[in-house]
């Protein structure tokens, strides 16, 4: 057996290692490294000798594919693909998310300015709503007030129990806030066509309901002035 004969021996195991893994980066990591070793032997080799041609061509070809698919996986899981002015909402709300999927989804929500009322209470579900700055008030059925500051989830308990709003949110004092907003119809586009960022979503929201619910108790139970 030749070291030619050997050496290709070794990096066909390559392959074998690959197939044991479940993790595409991985797989893509073997295969690059295999690519290079098959350039190098073609080069030891001789092109002159049949085969080691095409193998230096292929390896070339399929180096230069594996290297970029593995480039774009990183560029795509750091903060590096988001907009400068989305990474400070990212790393504080959206963590869960990797930086790609919180690119997607933040793609699919509108930004507005309003002012007055944000939510009627008993209405269908139509929007999810998250404040970036400016504060809000939310008014219960039996009279009682929570003001919200910005960075607050609106409309969330009736997107996650797809049920009636229940309860008035206004802006305070008529002042203006800055909303993100995603319509019923984004929401559900995410939840068919991005199941994983849907769950994280409804994690991340969960777990902010309970803070909200967790304050509004707080201020509730304080005694009146």
Request: charged share 20%; hydrophobic share 40%; aromatic share 12%.
């Amino acid at each position: 057996m030749s070291d030619t004969d050997l050496i290709l021996i070794v990096l066909s195991t390559f392959v074998t290692l690959a197939y044991l893994s479940s993790s595409i980066i991985f797989i893509r990591f073997i295969i690059t490294a295999q690519q290079i070793g098959f350039f190098l032997v073609s080069l030891y080799t001789g092109l002159d000798v049949p085969g080691m041609t095409a193998m230096f061509y292929l390896s070339i070809f399929n180096t230069t594919i594996n290297s970029a698919k593995i480039i774009q996986y990183y560029y795509d899981n750091s903060t590096r693909c988001l907009p400068t002015e989305w990474i400070s909402l990212y790393k504080k709300e959206f963590p869960l998310l990797t930086p790609k999927e919180f690119k997607i989804f933040r793609g699919l929500a509108r930004l507005e300015t309003r002012t007055g009322k944000l939510i009627e209470r008993g209405h269908i579900f139509e929007e999810l709503i998250y404040t970036l700055e400016g504060e809000t008030i939310v008014r219960l059925p039996k009279g009682d007030s929570i003001p919200m500051s910005a960075n607050s989830w609106l409309g969330e308990m009736s997107y996650i129990n797809d049920t009636l709003t229940s309860a008035d949110v206004w802006t305070k004092d008529n002042e203006e806030v800055k909303l993100l907003i995603w319509t019923k119809e984004a929401l559900i586009k995410t939840e068919q066509k991005h199941p994983p960022i849907a769950n994280k979503l409804h994690y991340v929201i969960s777990a902010n309901l309970c803070n909200k619910i967790e304050h509004a108790n707080i201020l509730l139970q304080r005694p009146l002035q």
